[in-house]
């Protein structure tokens, strides 16, 4: 029978991740009911996110020792037991650290042509579609106003500062290391970009916002997100994508001044999922090719390869190692 | 010369607040300027806000050691020296702790005829609107919401579940002893109020709210914030209102699931101030009255006679003593 490497989660961590928490598995490839496909795994997308499905129930089922690291990926259909999909469709699952998986095809979503594939899972994926619905819908970016992103350079972060200047708006990243800004700075073309590192991120902060923070895009949470509430401007937005500063740690800490500075300062913060602006959709990706085609937002993906790699690619994302959407090639573009 | 009996803030507390942080001290009364006018204090309000202005600048600056202490009062004009106001005028007024005031005639608001008094600083004052803008304009609340709010004996969270009712919501209150609860469920009529002293909050709140919370209006921060976040229904919107579990203490604690919840939840944090919704405020207005003379609402104002016993009663408010809207008599209404 056909083999079907995969990734089991060994033990779910209390404190940090490690590559004991996974060990590689080898088990039948699977045979697809009636209603199911055969995707053999071409890209997995490696997120923050994936740490906190660890830590329990969010808007899906939390893990459990046993599973098999559950990922979204995209795919290639093999064999289709569903008249909606037929082999060679390129599809979009929620699947997981594995080969190959039989998947149900009405939760299957065929993809349109676009090369390279990676794409489809950053800038014209969940990445920067995250990115545009958050920073827009949920922040209500103007020209003229101070964005400030942290994780930027992330696989969200970068594109949020992006489009930021995009909009005439003011971008300012905060990131890990004085490498990792300078990348930010001179390759992304933010305006500013804050090591928080350096440890004066207040001042550092500061000094790069010198007329206050009117939407700050939270990818961290924890004494980041505390810093930069100081810092917001009256009836400044906080855009709450992701707390992966809090992910990996066994005793997370709130910031102090909430809800303090929101009552001063009338601040709006607000979560979102990238489905609640469903209807924009297809402005966001008009908008989105247009600057990437005028050279106005770099696309930068970080790639890793092999599916035994990805215990490493997670615990390196969640580490801030990455620069841009990072995904794990589990096997090539048939394209 | 006349004299003008004050209360002067000694110096800022540190932790709690006590009585030895004030001291009583006679002035002259003041001598009204051009364009000024002489105020006799008859009611002072007595807020939880008073004691954020201790710990530094919020919307308006600091007090300061040596300063009277300030406040929002509705006096009487005794002399005028602007053409806008007259001898025997009723104003609101951003004042002192003390007898008499000389204030600008353009920051005295005169007052409608509406008796008794003390109601224009309760109901149809700013508790009143803030319990209206907050719960309508940031909540959005809808019949069939659940609501809840915390320090619901007070001036604004009193207000809160009687308004949510009328809407044809389910009220419930959140409040320190027994007592204090049942004069909350008995007599202002909410569905439901939980003791937060009596050690089982989140399972107590859990069973008062079987459906999740769509609504929370919170006026204290804190851990009873943290644990309303956790039963939150998906895209509810919290009303931050005020933080007084945080005012009086050295070393603020934040809620340990912020960002976390409002990211999983998508939820809506979001702070206000009444005048953002100032065109509403006649529509906020007829709805109070309708409801007060339908019964719906019901009035309970916490006079403490004698201006000496202000700091008393701000000390006793910041424990929870009170039970609806605190204010200080500090002369009859000349009415």
New interface residues.
Partial sequence: MPANRQVIVRALPEGALTEAHFEMREAARPTPAEGEALIRTILMSIDAANR?WMQGA??RDAVKAGDVMPTYAIGEVLESRDASLARGDMVAVESGWAEFAAVKARRAWKLPHIRPLSNLLSVYGIAGKTAYHGLLGVGRAQAGDTVVVSAAAGSVGMYVGQIARALGCRAVGIAGGADKCAWVKGTLGFDACVDYRAGNLFKDLKAACPEGIDVYF?NV?GSI??TALFQMNPKGRVV????VS?YDSAA?????????M????????????VM?FAADDAKAQADLKRWVAEGRIKVVDDIVDGLENAPAALIGLLAGKNRGKRMVRVAPDPD
């Fill in positions: 906190a969010t808007y939270d949470g997100l505390e709450c994508c992701g707390a809090q997370p800490a709130g910031p102090r001044n909430v809800p303090g929101i009552v001063v300062k009338r601040l709006r913060m607000e979560g979102f999922i609640d």
